[in-house]
């Protein structure tokens, strides 16, 4: 089973411009959660999609949005970007309907720099 | 803020010791997961623990739940230089069902 795959790797945009990250998650998964993952504020939880609707959310501003396909393919995007959003943003797929009670699996990250 | 909370911090140990870390957390939980990350690249799940366990075990690897104290324990046995890596507890809380939030981790480092 192919895992989770994030597109693309590496990104380098500069302030003011939005960005579009993807995320692939396992075949037969139905929940994909995204995190935020910086060295000051570590691993945070951006949102979660399960079957096309989102089901949780954390606590970022409105210039973070999301979006899940009938596939389950998951897209994050980010609008006006700030120096402050350069990080590594994980993908995890989950399988199990809609249960917590199942490990996530991850993406490699898409490695975002701000310029 | 991050609700589950990694100790130590770091550590440093040699190939063949054991290796422990805790993480504690402040609301009522679903289940605890642990999870491995190796230089900045994605997460590996190790361990999911629920809130009626105390332990669990996997290969070298045992967990333990302590709900009364709002802690939990992962224990590496007999480390191995392989094991370096950061390790991050993730809590489900009971009012926030599937939103994780994790803990800043422990760096761990093995040295031959």
């Known amino acids: 089973k192919a895992g989770v795959t994030q597109t693309p790797r590496y990104l380098i945009k500069t302030r003011g411009q939005q960005v579009t990250l993807s995320c692939s998650p396992i075949s037969g998964h139905r929940s994909v959660s995204w995190y935020q993952q910086t060295p000051g504020q570590g691993l945070q939880f951006l949102f979660e999609y399960f079957s096309e609707t989102q089901r949780n959310k954390g606590n970022f501003p409105g210039r973070f949005s999301g979006r899940q396909f009938s596939n389950s393919r998951s897209e994050m995007n980010v609008s006006t970007l700030e120096l402050g959003d350069s990080a590594l943003y994980l993908c995890a797929s989950r399988g199990g309907g809609a249960s917590s009670y199942n490990e996530q699996f991850f993406g490699p990250g898409t490695r975002l720099t701000v310029l | 803020s991050q609700q589950g909370e990694e100790d130590p911090q770091a550590l440093s140990i040699q190939e063949g010791e054991n290796a422990t870390m805790n993480c504690s957390y402040k609301?009522?939980?679903?289940?605890l997961q642990w999870y491995r990350q190796n230089s900045g690249r994605g997460l590996v799940h190790l361990i999911l623990?629920?809130?009626?366990?105390r332990e669990k075990h996997s290969g070298r690897l045992r967990v333990t739940l302590d709900t009364s104290k709002k802690s939990s324990s992962l224990l590496i046995t007999a480390s191995r230089a392989a094991d370096t890596a950061s390790y991050f507890c993730a809590t489900d809380f009971r009012d926030s069902w599937g939103k994780f939030q994790f803990g800043a981790g422990t760096q761990v480092v093995v040295t031959p």
């Open positions: 623990i629920r809130s009626n366990e």
């Open positions: 609301t009522s939980i679903n289940n």
